[in-house]
T-cell receptor
Framework: SQQGEEDPQALSIQEGENATMNCSYK?????LQWYRQNSGRGLVHLIL?????REKHSGRLRVTLDTSKKSSSLLITASRAADTASYFC???????????????FGKGTLLTVNP | KAGVTQTPRYLIKTRGQQVTLSCSPI?????VSWYQQTPGQGLQFLFE???????NKGNFPGRFSGRQFSNSRSEMNVSTLELGDSALYLC?????????????FGPGTRLTVT
């Protein structure tokens, strides 16, 4: 099942603009992570926000988490052409036995930053 | 530290064959997870190994298997390949796995089944 669902599926902006991507999830979580993937390559961890945190910053990245709405947003400020990539949110999902966790990814938002 | 490495990077196989993919985690990391990525299904969790034991498993058929060695290196094997197994296979390592640790991904192995 898809735990995280990103919105929009695709986003195209001009360099210098801000980009906002949203993620919704279904079950309770312990943390939520955002990853970036350049075309056909491995994922790069961007930021992790814990369930008791509401906002977190890292450089030009700002992540918010609203556990009451089961949603998170990733804001990239002053975007650059190099930010062109797919962005995924990932949530920890407990297995049926309840003792182990796995990361469940959404299908991602494809961000294109035009120079 | 060196990053996560995966070999081979590209592979072409014929339906019915089997394939073995390899992953070397970051030094000191004991957890290795495998994911399959396809355009239709996105990123799907295959399994996680920790200290040579499979700790978690996704919803894939038994044709997909894996193992982890004492040096934390991991292999995954797909037997009786089907066209639908064509995908990017990613492995990721983390220090302990579990619910709080970020994962470090390798560049992936692109498998094409013809």
């Amino acid at each position: 099942s898809q735990q995280g669902e990103e919105d929009p599926q695709a986003l195209s902006i001009q360099e210098g603009e801000n980009a906002t991507m949203n993620c919704s999830y279904k079950t309770s979580i312990n943390n939520l992570q955002w990853y970036r993937q350049n075309s056909g390559r491995g994922l790069v961890h961007l930021i992790l926000i814990r369930s008791n945190e509401r906002e977190k910053h890292s450089g030009r990245l700002r992540v918010t988490l609203d556990t009451s709405k089961k949603s998170s947003s990733l804001l990239i400020t002053a975007s650059r052409a190099a930010d062109t990539a797919s962005y995924f949110c990932a949530t920890d999902e407990r297995d049926s036995g309840g003792s182990n966790y796995k990361l469940t990814f959404g299908k991602g938002t494809l961000l294109t930053v035009n120079p | 530290k060196a990053g996560v490495t995966q070999t081979p990077r590209y592979l072409i196989k014929t339906r019915g064959q089997q394939v073995t993919l390899s992953c070397s985690p970051i030094s000191g990391h004991r957890s290795v997870s495998w994911y399959q990525q396809t355009p239709g299904q996105g990123l799907q969790f295959l399994f996680e190994y920790f200290s040579e034991t499979q700790r978690n498993k996704g919803n894939f058929p038994g044709r997909f298997s894996g193992r982890q060695f004492s040096n934390s290196r991991s292999e995954m094997n797909v037997s009786t390949l089907e066209l639908g197994d064509s995908a990017l296979y990613l492995c990721a390592s983390s220090s302990t796995g579990g619910r709080r640790n970020e994962q470090y991904f390798g560049p992936g192995t692109r498998l094409t089944v013809t």
